[in-house]
């Protein structure tokens, strides 16, 4: 990753004084190039842990074949990534499903931080039974994993990590879906630059996830927000309209609960 960021910024400078669509297309090309080069033996390392695991009947290779299916399923997401970012310019139209807030939320909580025995995560979902966003999975994907990777990063690997989701009455009815973390925070200075492109509080960052995640919420017809205390951590708020068809959020909301999710 160190590699690659380094590779964008030199192309960044390289490409300042020139056109910005012609930048951005520049980038995209680079960046699918990159991501070839690496994801080839990941791939074939994620085949074979998933073939040896496979009629075995310990613990163990049930562990294996479970971590193999995540990084499988990974795989296919970001091989997906690449095709979308191969077609600068005219990128393919969001594939919209009805989508399970809960089930959703509950299985992305426990996906971006698998493996992370060191940081205490809480889910709090106040959702109606039924409620739905119509949503780009694949897409939402990959903003909350950026959410979590940077929260994660921001605690130095150990810490509370928080998952809340609530709907929002209103004209248009939301769910607001918080990320919150006990890192360290963000500098005053710094909140107003954070969705630009390029700018990283980080030396290994792009500086392209939290851009490019405001870019997929808002295409969805939400938006993204955050707030921080230095010293104390951070909280990003995604909204999104609910699905035309939901379900009344007055009778059958369950009450908040907080689930500790097993490691």
Known sequence: ??????????????????????????????????????????????????????????????????????????????????????????????????????????????????????VHVETAFDLPSGARIRADRDDLRRVLTNLVNNAVEAMDGRGTLRFRAVIETGTTPTVRIDVEDTGCGIA??????????????????????????RKIVRDHGGDITATSVLGEGSVFTVTLPLDDGRPSVSDDATPTETVDIPR
């Open 188 to 213: 005053p200075s710094d909140m107003d630059r954070l969705f630009l492109p390029n700018f990283s509080t980080r030396t290994s960052g792009t500086g392209l996830g939290l851009f490019y995640s």
């Open 1 to 118: 990753m160190a590699i690659l960021s380094r590779r964008i910024r030199a192309l960044e400078s390289e490409l300042s004084k020139r056109d910005p669509e012609a930048v951005s297309k520049s980038l995209a090309q680079h960046i699918a190039h990159e991501i070839k080069n690496g994801f080839t033996p990941i791939v074939m390392a994620a085949r074979q842990l998933s073939i040896g695991a496979r009629g075995r009947g310990d613990p163990y290779a049930a562990s294996v074949a479970e971590y193999a299916k995540l990084i499988e399923e990974g795989c296919d997401a970001i091989r997906r990534f690449h095709t979308t970012i191969s077609q600068v310019g005219s990128p393919p139209a969001m594939r919209l499903d009805a989508v399970d807030l809960r089930s959703f939320l509950e299985e992305e909580a426990k996906r971006t931080t698998v493996g992370r025995d060191h």
